[in-house]
């Protein structure tokens, strides 16, 4: 098995910054690309961020600037963190991550989601 654990959403005030940590653990053989998406209310889960295994970044317009994702290979870990918070980036968070289990088997996981609001 393994899975994927978000943390570090919360409540912020316009302009604030937060971090947001996600760590795969379970039967992994290696990790592909990772990722973070977000998904408002009545809209689609879009993505925010995306990082190779070897580094190399991608992120959305509205983030360019604001957000940074980076990952730690060692400890199976990806991070965003996030500068210059409007409102307009409240929503639920998702960690994504294309795993190779030690089956050899490669698919996405998905967390569970954490929710970063940003309001005075």
């Known amino acids: 098995q393994v899975q994927l654990v978000e943390s570090g959403g919360g409540l912020v005030q316009p302009g604030g910054s937060l971090r947001l940590s996600c760590a795969a653990s379970?039967?992994?053989?290696?990790?592909?690309?990772m990722g973070w998406y977000r998904q408002a209310p009545g809209k689609p889960r879009e993505l925010v961020a995306t990082?190779?295994?070897?580094?190399?970044?991608n992120y959305a317009d509205s983030v360019k600037g604001r957000f940074t994702i980076s990952r730690d290979n060692a400890k199976n870990t990806v991070y965003l963190q996030m500068n210059s918070l409007k409102p307009e980036d409240t929503a639920v968070y998702y960690c994504?991550?294309?795993?190779?289990?030690?089956?050899?088997?490669?698919?996405?996981?998905w967390g569970q989601g954490t929710q970063v609001t940003v309001s005075s």
């Open positions: 379970g039967r992994i053989f290696s990790i592909n690309a």
């Open positions: 994504n991550a294309a795993i190779l289990s030690t089956a050899f088997a490669l698919r996405d996981y």
């Open positions: 990082i190779t295994s070897g580094g190399s970044t």
